[in-house]
């Protein structure tokens, strides 16, 4: 049977990882002004490949709110050690459409088979049913752009 972990212990497992990404333990850690870089504003490949009826103030939203999911999945959404790559089309859980991601963000992954940090109920964010529209869109747009 799967081993359950307690919301506490995803919580101090995320803590553990920012604070270990603070203490500049990695030498090849992106430099801050990259970092507040990347956070400030949509990667124009993301924005070309938006898909038809979409709006840029959708996906902006969207990549605010993904900030708290970047502690997993990287900024980029590339991955990291802790969580999968969202940009490209290998999902493990679900299939990768809309309204999967929001599914699996109310949810989260209690048990996840190739990662050793569970995902929390709603990513560890607080959102409302317009923010998680806008985060599955701008997560979907990453996955358009490997």
């Known amino acids: ?13 995320t803590f553990a990882v920012l604070l270990a990404g603070c203490e500049g333990g990695s030498s090849d850690a992106p430099p801050a002004e990259q970092v507040a870089e ?29 900030v708290t999911c970047s502690v997993c999945h990287g900024f980029d959404g590339r991955g990291t050690q802790l969580g999968p790559s969202l940009r490209d089309t290998t999902w493990i859980h679900i299939t990768g459409t809309e309204q999967e991601i929001i599914q699996i963000t109310r949810s989260g992954v209690p048990s996840p088979e190739q990662y050793p940090a569970p995902m929390p109920v709603m990513g560890g964010g607080r959102y409302t049913d317009q923010e998680l529209q806008a985060l599955a869109t701008y997560i979907v747009a990453l996955g358009r752009v490997p």
């Not at 949509?42 to 990549?63: K, W």
């Open 38 to 66: 990347q956070v400030e504003s949509v990667d124009p490949e993301v924005l070309r490949a938006l898909p038809p009826g979409v709006s840029v103030e959708s996906v902006e939203q969207g990549r605010e709110l993904f």
């Open 1 to 13: 049977m799967p081993r359950q972990f307690p919301e506490y212990v995803c919580l101090t497992l």
